[in-house]
């Protein structure tokens, strides 16, 4: 994990203590620690003693993933690793705190875990994360429940091979396409293949 991502100096993530919201912590953390990025992990809702336990471990899973010494106090996780943690605890609506935050603090990238639904469940229930995405122009990662994950829970290793990039003839793909690259360097695995799927029905420019 020692690549530069230049372009990400603070991750932002939404934590629901769910299944899946483990899966989406580690990539956040990760993610956090290839860049030495600042990391936030925010849970809205009733302010208690119990939540605040029930935040992800950060401290527990650098050792895990050996990274940390067993023990290691909460200063050695910017003095050896250079990422500094905050937990924040907020009350009333999800939407409204991560909406808040991100608005104010504008970090560089938003990771939630999603449910993955489709179909009629989809347009009954939208999902909450792509709304708070839609809202704000921070670069968002879904990571959705039952996913194979880019991140080993166990380890912490990062194992990135295949990048799709859907692309139509607007927007601009160009952008797209310098952070799939700029991702594929930073946290792949080399080789890794970067493809471009056009879907639509006018052809976009050549590059």
């Known amino acids: 994990m020692s690549a530069p991502a230049p372009f990400i100096e603070s991750v932002f993530h939404a934590s629901d203590f769910s299944e899946a919201g483990e899966v989406a912590f580690a990539h956040a953390l990760a993610i956090a620690l290839v860049g030495r990025a600042s990391f936030t992990m925010l849970h809205a809702g009733n302010r208690t003693a119990e939540n605040w336990r029930k935040f992800p471990a950060v401290r527990q899973?650098?050792?895990?993933?050996?990274?940390?010494?067993?023990?290691?106090?909460?200063?050695a996780v910017f003095e050896e690793l250079?990422?500094?943690?905050t937990k924040i605890d907020a009350q009333g609506s999800a939407v409204?705190?991560?909406?808040?935050?991100?608005?104010k603090e504008e970090p560089d990238l938003a990771v939630f875990a999603t449910e993955g639904r489709d179909g009629l469940a989809r347009w009954l229930r939208p999902s909450t994360a792509q709304h708070i995405a839609r809202r704000t122009n921070t670069i968002s990662l879904?990571?959705?429940a039952g996913c194979r994950p880019m991140v080993s829970l166990e380890d912490g290793s990062l194992?990135?091979?295949?990048?799709?990039?859907?692309?139509d003839h607007r927007p601009n793909a160009a952008r797209a396409l310098t952070y799939a690259t700029r991702a594929a360097t930073a946290f792949g695995d080399p080789p890794v293949r970067i493809t471009r799927l056009h879907a639509g029905d006018e052809m976009p420019p050549a590059d």
């Open 159 to 167: 194992s990135l091979h295949r990048i799709l990039v859907p692309v």
């Open 82 to 85: 250079s990422v500094e943690v």
């Open 142 to 144: 879904f990571v959705p």
């Open 96 to 103: 409204k705190a991560c909406l808040h935050y991100i608005e």
């Open 61 to 75: 899973t650098l050792t895990q993933w050996g990274l940390l010494a067993p023990g290691s106090p909460k200063r």
